[in-house]
């Protein structure tokens, strides 16, 4: 029952809530910087997939595949979420900022749908206070690669959730992710 409480609330945060983001240009030479906050940011361990270190909404596994369509140059395997007649499902990431990163967060991912998107959702808790409240839905048909600079005034301990939806309605489509990245801004 929470879970389905929660699903709901981010899917009306979805609603209320939807921010542009820039699209990254690969050949700019613009990259994430510093170490990667998040784990298993491909949906794999070399030679095979997983969703190690990805909380799950529930244990519908049928509600996420491996694919080997993957955008240019990242591995083997990128995760599939599908859309569905039931509750919406997520997969993510939660952690709590370490020292030395003062001036936000970079977020970077490749992402592709079908006709119709599942999306990202991006929080910062501080203490009781709500200082980030991101939802990213991407609407791409081919492989397009995000970058996503959030400047706030970061503090060690933030906590930062990341979670990768699909969404529930009357389709079967898919939305496809990988190398979902976040990095620290100094």
């Known amino acids: 029952m929470k ?74 395997y990128s995760l599939g979420l599908r859309i569905t007649r039931s509750v919406p499902f997520w997969v993510g990431q939660t952690l709590v900022l370490p020292e030395g990163i003062s001036k936000g967060l970079r977020l970077t991912f490749w992402v592709k749908t079908d006709s119709f998107p599942g999306y990202l959702y991006l929080g ?7 200082v980030i409240d991101t939802t990213i839905v991407p609407r791409d048909l081919q492989w397009k690669y995000y970058t996503v600079d959030l400047g706030y005034n970061a503090q060690a301990g933030d906590s930062v959730g990341v979670f990768l939806h699909s969404q529930w309605r009357l389709s079967s489509d898919t939305t496809y992710w990988d190398q979902v990245c976040l990095y620290g801004l100094n």
């Open 3 to 76: 879970v389905f409480a929660i699903s709901i609330l981010l899917y009306i945060v979805l609603l209320v809530c939807i921010q542009a983001c820039n699209i990254f240009d690969p050949d700019s030479g613009s990259t994430g910087t510093g170490t990667n906050l998040l784990k298993n940011s491909s949906f794999e361990i070399p030679g095979s997939p997983s969703i190690a270190s990805w909380d799950t909404a529930n244990s519908e596994t049928d509600r996420y595949f491996f694919s080997t369509d993957v955008p240019p140059a990242t591995g083997v």
């Open 124 to 130: 910062v808790m501080r203490a009781d206070t709500m």
